[in-house]
DNA sequence: TGCTGTCTATGCGCGACGCATATAATTTCG
DNA sequence: CGAAATTATATGCGTCGCGCATAGACAGCA
């Protein structure tokens, strides 16, 4: 009976992600991928829509809806892009820069809260094995977008999911996680 | 910069449960909360409506239409409930019985996947202080339904969750997880 | 120049959601 | 006991997001 670690893990994983995902929808202006949108484009100004799409994971129209939406609310300005007259240039308005700074920052409470449990040597070990599960985890670039889509950027030196792609096959993420 | 930590654990939470939603979705009619509301009357038989809307977070219209096209699907049955004969006992068919052993199935088989870069050593060290997280990170009844609610009851023995209700207050949820 | 592939945008139909409401059964309390 | 409040289920309805199919603009290559 050592179905029992999976068991554990799934559950774990799936309230954790459960409540980021409230949280930061809570700060967001509509559920969904809205606020992983708005993380994205923190790290990564000027993304293009394609290049969202793929990150979250849905359809063209559904990805230029959203846009949309954010453009609406004046979190999302579209800007012409200089190297592609066909793509748009994603950025965060200044109020899409307050709204990210409410997402991450909730994100981290509700993580810290949870690792609160933990005396510092314990803290220590569940890192270093989370980074171990998450280094082998990431498939390639898309899919390390996907997974660090509401991480901060600036919060993580070293970040186990750029260098596993980079010292795997040298592709250019400029900065997934 | 010790927010290293919980972005680590956060991207790890986010990416590892999108993987196991999408498979648990793949494996039923639609998705979104079908897979869970099928898992969790694998383990509630009997389960009502509003228990179901509760563990899965949904309104109480989305839960009775969601059961309508499990109904229609030929995975889950509404039998009157003896004890309450206002209420509904859902249970799963034939059908739905097998649907939830591809759901489980296909959940087990993508988080062993991601914990085989694991020593033996670093597997029981990871279980036990998952489990000590997860301990902590339940509230109540609800949010331990909702928590397990792709969990494999019959493998998971001295499941935390539930210990932790128990011990805590003397709650009785049957099983949570 | 012309052809093919890529990026963005939109018309359209479908389906899920949730509010408000209706009905039935249970519980509470006078 | 019997009326009121509570709880469980069901449904009409409007709204909204989604994705398919398509159209238009541009890039890159022959």
């Known amino acids: 009976m050592e179905k029992k670690t999976e068991n554990v893990v799934g559950a774990l994983v799936l309230g954790l992600a459960d409540a980021v995902l409230d949280e930061a929808g809570n700060h967001a202006p509509e559920k969904g991928q809205a606020a992983a949108a708005i993380a994205l484009l923190r790290h990564e100004p000027g993304m293009t829509i394609e290049q969202l799409r793929r990150a979250l994971g849905m359809s063209h129209p559904g990805a230029v809806r959203l846009v949309?939406?954010?453009?609406?609310?004046?979190?999302?300005?579209?800007?012409?892009?200089?190297?592609?007259?066909?793509?748009?240039?994603?950025?965060?308005?200044?109020?899409?820069?307050?709204?990210?700074?409410?997402?991450?920052?909730?994100?981290?409470?509700?993580?810290?809260?949870?690792?609160?449990?933990?005396?510092?040597?314990?803290?220590?070990?569940?890192?270093?094995?989370?980074?171990?599960?998450?280094?082998?985890?990431?498939?390639?670039?898309?899919?390390?977008?996907?997974?660090?889509?509401?991480?901060?950027?600036?919060?993580?030196?070293?970040?186990?999911?750029?260098?596993?792609l980079l010292s795997r096959q040298g592709g250019a993420p400029t900065a997934a996680g």
């Open 68 to 164: 949309d939406r954010l453009a609406v609310d004046g979190l999302v300005a579209r800007r012409p892009s200089v190297a592609d007259k066909r793509a748009v240039a994603l950025h965060l308005t200044e109020a899409g820069d307050e709204s990210c700074n409410a997402i991450l920052a909730s994100r981290y409470r509700r993580i810290a809260r949870a690792l609160e449990v933990f005396d510092p040597h314990e803290r220590e070990t569940f890192r270093l094995l989370a980074e171990k599960l998450l280094t082998a985890f990431v498939e390639d670039v898309d899919h390390a977008y996907s997974v660090c889509r509401l991480c901060d950027t600036s919060a993580c030196v070293d970040c186990p999911v750029t260098c596993s």
